[in-house]
């Protein structure tokens, strides 16, 4: 699999398109053997899906083989609570990928998606930082 491909589950039935260049697929862990970086990405995927079933903050979640979380949030998400919500966002994928520097995209529910803003986390320095796209 190449690197760059995106695993998707929607965080509810609605179907939105992915961002360009994307190739859509899903995973499912296997029994019985040690998790692999794919199926934990799933996992990690699904949990976030499990927290907003009626998909009111998130209506699609994304994420790369680099750990780059891609976050398509709903209309009705304002736009100062986002950094709020990356910063939460970032604290559990540290848990879950602990030692990584990380990244989440936000994006817009528009087709195209429009991206609207970049949360890293800096795993030596614990710096998180939020920029808003212009």
């Known amino acids: 699999m190449a690197a760059g491909t995106f695993f998707l ?7 939105a398109a992915a961002p360009p ?10 029994r019985g053997q040690p998790q692999s970086a794919k199926a934990k990405q799933a996992d990690f995927l699904n949990r976030i ?11 699609r979640a994304l994420l790369n083989e680099q750990n780059e979380l891609g976050l398509v949030l709903d209309r009705s998400v304002e736009l ?31 087709n195209p998606p429009r991206k609207i ?4 986390l800096n795993a030596r320095t614990r710096d998180m930082t939020y920029t808003a796209e212009q």
């Open 80 to 110: 100062d609570k986002i950094p709020a919500l990356m910063r939460a966002m970032l604290t559990k994928m540290a848990a879950e990928f602990p030692g990584e520097d990380l990244t989440i995209l936000t994006y817009t529910p528009s």
């Open 117 to 120: 803003g970049t949360a890293r």
């Open 49 to 59: 899906r499990a927290a907003d079933p009626q998909g009111r903050t998130i209506d």
């Open 21 to 30: 260049g994307t190739r859509v697929e899903e995973s499912s862990p296997s």
């Open 9 to 15: 589950t929607g965080c509810d039935s609605r179907q």
